[in-house]
Structure formats: C-alpha cells, structure tokens
C-alpha cells in the first residue's frame, strides 16, 4: 500500500516555484526572440503598403496611408515577376526536399551500417538523452558510468 504525505515538504514547494520562475523565465526569452526574429518580416510588409513618399515617416507600426501602389508598379514594370517569384519557391521547395531526402538517408546510414570510428562523432558533438520519466533533457554524460575523459564534461572541449 502506497501512501502520501499529507503536507508537502518546503523543498518541494520550493523547487516547484524555482520550476515555475524558470518556466515563465524561458517563454519570455522564447517570446522576446520570436517577436525579434519576425520583426523585419513585420516591417517590410508595413513599409510595402505605404506609398514611396512616406515610407519613412510616422506611424512605422501600421501602413497610413494604406495602399497597394507598390505591388502593383512592380507587377507592371516588371513582365517577369511572376517567373522571379516561382523560381524562388521551385528553388526553395526543391532545396528542401533533396536535403530532407539526404539527411534521412545518412542519418539510416550512420545508425545501422557499421564503419571504423563510427563513434567518433558522438564524442564532440552536444548530444542529448531525453529522459521521458522527468521530461527534460540532460547531457549524454551525465548517464555514463565512466570516469574517463572522453566521458566527461570537459571532454567535449
């Protein structure tokens, strides 16, 4: 028969609220990151629906005026547009899949062919074991037995 505590231990409550800071801690900077990654995406949208003239004057977070004289100048002085477009995606699109195709197709080969120093690579490179029990990730070293250098944090260096 299993029991528990009725109360809970200030340790424990204290490594939940630790938890809870780092949490809150990562989505501001995963937050912070994404609004920074995607900011010059945002503003050269805004700057595309104004005209030329007050491309560069207040407001900058929203196009006023709104318009689409930009588009339609370059879809009129340019007759190849449409082709410059779709031979970026074609581009883009083929790119994207002959190195999924590559990647997949060496990562089979790396796991089951057999070759010297086959685990050469997993000594530098920043592996990781996910533990599924806990949900985070920790270093592959940290679950190795051995005290040797290969093994051990600085190792890697």
Same mark, same amino acid.
């Given at each position: ?38 900011? =010059? ?12 003239? *007050? ?9 006023? =005026? ?5 588009? %339609?100048?370059?879809? %009129? ?9 779709? *031979? ?30 086959? *685990?050469?690579?997993? %000594? ?34």
């Amino acid at each position: 028969m299993t029991t528990f505590p009725l109360f809970r231990t200030k340790s424990i409550d204290r490594d939940i609220l630790f938890d809870r800071i780092r949490k809150l801690f990562f989505y501001a900077i995963l937050i912070s990151w994404g609004a920074l990654s995607l900011a =010059p995406l945002y503003f050269t949208l805004v700057f595309s629906l104004k005209p030329i003239e *007050n491309a560069y004057t207040p407001p900058i977070w929203w196009p006023i =005026p709104f318009t689409l004289e930009n588009y %339609q100048t370059i879809l %009129q002085t340019f007759d190849l547009f449409p082709r410059w477009v779709f *031979n970026s995606v074609y581009i883009s699109v083929l790119v994207t899949i002959f190195r999924v195709l590559f990647c997949a197709m060496a990562g089979y080969a790396f796991a089951r062919i057999a070759f010297p120093l086959k *685990n050469l690579p997993v %000594q530098f490179a920043p592996d990781f074991y996910d533990d599924a029990r806990r949900g985070d990730a920790h270093p592959v070293f940290y679950h190795r037995p051995r005290l040797d250098p290969w093994w051990s944090p600085l190792g890697a260096i």
